[in-house]
């Protein structure tokens, strides 16, 4: 049973920095890839970034493209989102979810609520 739990949200400051962390365990994510997303309040879920588990290709939505890095530990099956020069836009719950490469995103964390105040 794939699981992935988020943690690292909070309330933030407009110009701060946050780092959100997904920690999934179930499987071997080998040919897997790890998206983030997120979910403003009122609105659709987005992309935010992907990082391919294997080769580390990763990608970034128009939104967070800059102002975001999206890293994995292999060793502790856990991918980060380091946000920086956060805005009162990026308010959102964010959801990690995995899939194999290719693929549909199958599985999806919890996720946790991002605030940006200003």
């Known amino acids: 049973q794939v699981q992935l739990v988020e943690s690292g949200g909070g309330l933030v400051q407009a110009g701060g920095s946050l780092t959100l962390s997904c920690a999934a365990s179930g499987r071997t994510f080998s040919g897997y890839v790890m998206g983030w997303f997120r979910q403003p309040p009122g609105k659709e879920r987005a992309f935010v970034a992907s990082?391919?588990?294997?080769?580390?290709?990763?990608y970034y939505g128009d939104s967070v493209k800059g102002r975001s890095t999206i890293s994995r530990d292999n060793a502790k099956n856990t991918v980060f989102l380091q946000m920086t020069s956060l805005k009162v836009e990026d308010t959102a719950v964010y959801y990690c979810?995995?899939?194999?490469?290719?693929?549909?995103?199958?599985?999806w964390g919890q996720g946790t609520q991002v605030t940006v105040s200003s």
């Open positions: 979810a995995t899939g194999p490469v290719g693929g549909t995103y199958a599985y």
């Open positions: 990082i391919n588990w294997s080769g580390g290709g990763t």
